[in-house]
Each structure stands twice: as C-alpha cells, then as structure tokens.
C-alpha cells in the first residue's frame, strides 16, 4: 500500500523509475478507480486530496491524529545498501561476459607481492592469453607502470582517501581501457584485507594473494576475505626454509572459513607453482570465452584498438 | 573503514526516499544490519553522522537492528546460530556450515515529517 494516501497501487519504492507519484491509479473508498498524476515540490507535504474523497488522518504510524503535532510517518524500503554498487557490478558482469572477458579481483594486504605476480603471470602468458590490468592503488601510478612494462594495458585508479575500488570506479576504468574480447582482466584492489571483501566489482572471481611472511593465521583473522575468495595464492614460499609459517595450518584456518576455498602455492620470484595458476587461469579463460565469436568484425574491431590503450590515472570521488 | 561508503549509499536510499514522499526530514533512520556482514556498528554511527549534514536526514537518529549470523550445519542437517564466519558449530564443533543469514545490510525503514 502507498503509505503517503493510502492507494493500493502506490508503493514506498525507491527505484528512480518507479518512486516517483507523478501518475498512477487508485480506488477510492466510494469505488471509482482513476488514474492521474500530481507533482508537488520536494520538501511539501505529500497530502492530496480529491473534493469528494474521504479525509484521512489515521494514515501515520500512530493510527490517528494529535492537533498541533505533526505526524512522522514510516517508509518502508527494505533495500540492500549496496544495491547500488551491486547494480553497477551486475553491468560490468554483463558487459565482461558479453566479451568474453574473464575478469578476476585480486585482494590482499599490502605487500603480498600482487603486483610482482602479475608482472610475472602476464610474462608467461605471453602469446597465449591477453592480459590486462587495472590498478587500484590510494596513491601514485607505480604499479600501473610496472604492469605497462611488461607491455600489457593497464590503468591506475588512486582511490584517495577510499580504501577499496567500487563497481562505479571499474565502470569508468572499463570504458577507458575496453579490455579485448577474450581477454583476461586482472583488477588489481587496493592493499587491505578487510573493505574490499565488501564490494562485487562484476569479477568472476575474487582471487585473495597471502605471502607466508604475513602470518599463517590471516584467514581467522579477515575471514570476510577468505570467505569471499574463490582461490587462495599462497605466495613466497621459496622463503619458507626461512620462516617459523605452517603451511598446513594455514590451509586449515582457510577452509574453516571457506570450505570450497581452492588453493595453488607458488612463488612469482622462483616460478614455483606458477604452471598451475597460469592453467586456472587459462581453463576460466576458456569457460568465459564468447561462445558464438562473432569473426572477422570482432577480431578487426579488437585490432583497430589494440596499442591505443595507454591508460591514464582515474581519479573517482573519495567514498 | 569502508563504513563511509556504506553510510554514503544510506544517505542516498535515505534522501531518495525522502524526497519522493515529500518529506521536509528525516526523524529516523532504521538499519538492520547481520553480525556476519562485515560492518563495525560504531565506525557506521560516525560515518552516517558525518555525513547526514546538509541531507534531509540532518537530524534523523540512527537506529540499527543487529540480526544473529545462521547457518546450516551439514553434519548436524540443522541450522546453527554464529556470531563470526569460520566459526565452529556450536554443537559438532564442525566447519562445515553454510552461512543462511546474518550477513546482509539494509536500510528497512525511515520516519518522515
């Protein structure tokens, strides 16, 4: 029921599209049903009345009317207060797939070595698989020139004062960078266990990185993150013979957080279990692939942009 | 501190709604939040009173309902209360539980003058 008169088809939405009591049809209690519209000005009470319509003043939250006091009424709106970035994700999970994009999101704390992964992952790569990278970083453009090193695409983001990246930032980031069909893209999140876990980007998966000189008790620590991580890169570990790190009890505290939680141990300096996460790479590749490519005028559209994308910094609000 | 951003999007839904029903402000302010989602209730009491400033919910009190974490203990096949995920079940001491509520966010509801 529309708790501003009482019609039946009036509802305490708040979509854009439908919030709005510009026109709609309603009974009155006499039984004649019309429609009409009625535009008032933010900030006016929302009253209207028809001359011979019934006047209500049981409609607020009370059941009835004190003169003098005006009446609070409640608004029911029952919405996920991340629907809004959920929404924006859904697009960029839409527009990844319809090119064939498979898009991971690799989160971790700061210094896990997410970009020395990269820079290495996009290297063996090479002549298999497209890479390209957004960076999300609070400050500076390091990583993103690190990645175009390598000679791959890739676009800074800096946050400010934010500490994740938002499904609005990779909007934006995805116009500027337009990934090419069948690629793969790497968004690379800022460095923090904690916020990023909150936040669908339209990724397919969300891929965690922890280096074994961070402690091996992270996943009880953050669990959201390894809750929210379909694959766990245990990274450095030709540093092991070093470290006081149980791999096995690590592994353990992952899965108590995260049953399903797939996990590859590597190391990007030594190349050391690179192989299987370059072919867990390569098989969601392969599933996120377009399954009817559209041929010549695809692949000539996906040259005609190939060596523009130089990637600027993108500077979204703080959030 | 993401709880800024959390409370940004709040203030959005807020003044939304508010402004489509014509309200001249906001009294109050109803969150129900999951103790599996992610948000620390204090951090979230300061982002939205920072942020409330200029909306029409400049003097709306913050209400937030907490709900209990649930999930389904497949050992047990019963559901279990949480209070955190990787948390045991409380009567097997298993880790097999699928997480069944407990882990949303929303704005339920806000009282209009």
């Known amino acids: ?319 | 501190m993401h709880e800024m951003a959390l409370a940004e999007s709040v203030r959005e839904i807020v003044q939304e709604t508010a402004c489509a029903n014509g309200a001249r402000g906001v009294s109050t302010v109803r969150l129900e939040i999951g103790r599996l989602a992610q948000v620390e209730l204090d951090a979230m009491r300061f982002a939205f009173d920072v942020v409330k400033h200029g909306s029409l919910a400049e003097q709306a009190r913050l209400d937030i309902v907490e709900v209990d974490g649930t999930a389904w203990c497949m050992p047990c096949a019963t559901p279990v209360v949480i209070s955190q995920r990787g948390q045991a079940c409380p009567q097997c001491g298993s880790y097999q539980l699928q997480v069944t509520g407990g882990d949303r966010m929303r704005v339920m509801d806000i009282e209009i003058v």
Not at chain 1, 48 to 67: C, D, E, I, Q, Y
Not at chain 1, 141 to 146: E, V
Not at chain 1, 245 to 256: G, K, M, N
Request: aromatic share 4%; hydrophobic share 40%.
């Open chain 1, 1 to 319: 029921m529309c708790m501003t008169c009482g019609c039946s088809t009036g509802t305490a939405r708040v979509d854009k599209a439908s919030s709005g009591h510009d026109g709609h049809t309603h009974t009155h209690a006499d039984g004649t049903t019309h429609s009409h519209g009625h535009e008032h000005l933010a900030g006016h009470p929302h009253e209207h009345l028809h001359a011979t319509g019934p006047l209500h003043f049981g409609n607020g939250p009370a059941g009835n009317s004190v003169p003098g006091m005006s009446q609070a009424r409640l608004v029911q709106i029952e919405r996920d207060i991340l629907s809004k970035n959920d929404s924006l994700a859904q697009r960029n999970r839409a527009a990844l797939a319809e090119s064939g994009v498979f898009a991971l999101n690799l989160v971790s704390s700061p210094g896990s070595g997410k970009t020395t992964l990269l820079v290495r992952t996009i290297e063996l790569l090479a002549g298999r698989l497209t890479v390209a990278v957004i960076e999300g970083d609070q400050q500076t453009t390091f990583d993103a020139d690190r990645i175009r090193a390598t000679g791959a695409p890739a676009l800074q983001i800096n946050t400010g004062k934010g500490c994740h990246l938002d499904a609005a930032m990779i909007e934006t980031a995805l116009s500027r960078l337009q990934p090419l069909p069948d690629s793969v893209l790497m968004i690379e999140n800022v460095g923090n266990l904690v916020c990023p876990a909150c936040f669908d980007l339209g990724e397919a998966h969300k891929v965690v990185v922890l280096s074994v000189t961070e402690g091996e008790d992270k996943p009880l620590k953050y669990p959201d993150m390894f809750y929210a991580s379909s694959l766990l890169l245990l990274n450095k570990i030709d540093l092991l013979p070093h470290l006081q790190f149980d791999v096995e009890r690590c592994l353990a505290y992952a899965r108590q957080v995260n049953p399903g939680i797939e996990v590859i141990q590597l190391s990007a300096t030594t190349g050391a279990g690179m192989d299987a996460w370059l072919a867990w790479i390569e098989r969601g590749a392969q599933a996120a692939r377009r399954q009817q490519p559209t041929g010549h005028q695809a692949h000539a559209h996906a040259s005609q942009r190939q060596g523009q994308v130089q990637g600027q910094a993108v500077a979204p609000n703080p959030a």
